[in-house]
């Protein structure tokens, strides 16, 4: 199963990469297919490549419901 995230981004690093955090997990990814990114955007993250820039409070409603179908499955 493939699953794609919104995650923030908390560094533009050189060569279209960027470092994205979620939950205190930070990763490197490549942002090629963005353009116009900036520190506090956030990110549809799939496998290692942010495929679309997503509005924060969307970003924010979809995490916590990620939160909560993680929470009941406890």
């Known amino acids: 199963m493939c ?3 919104p995650v923030r981004v908390t560094e533009l690093l050189p060569d279209d ?3 994205v955090s979620l939950d205190g ?3 490197t990814i490549s942002v090629a297919l963005l353009d116009g990114l900036s520190v506090g ?3 549809i ?3 290692g490549f942010a495929l679309s820039k ?3 409070t969307e970003a ?3 995490l916590a419901m ?3 179908i993680a929470g009941s499955a406890q």
């Open 60 to 62: 924010e409603r979809t």
């Open 3 to 5: 699953l794609a995230i």
């Open 41 to 43: 955007d956030y990110v």
């Open 54 to 56: 997503v509005d924060a």
């Open 25 to 27: 997990v930070s990763k």
């Open 66 to 68: 990620i939160r909560e």
């Open 45 to 47: 993250l799939h496998v």
């Open 17 to 19: 990469m960027a470092k």
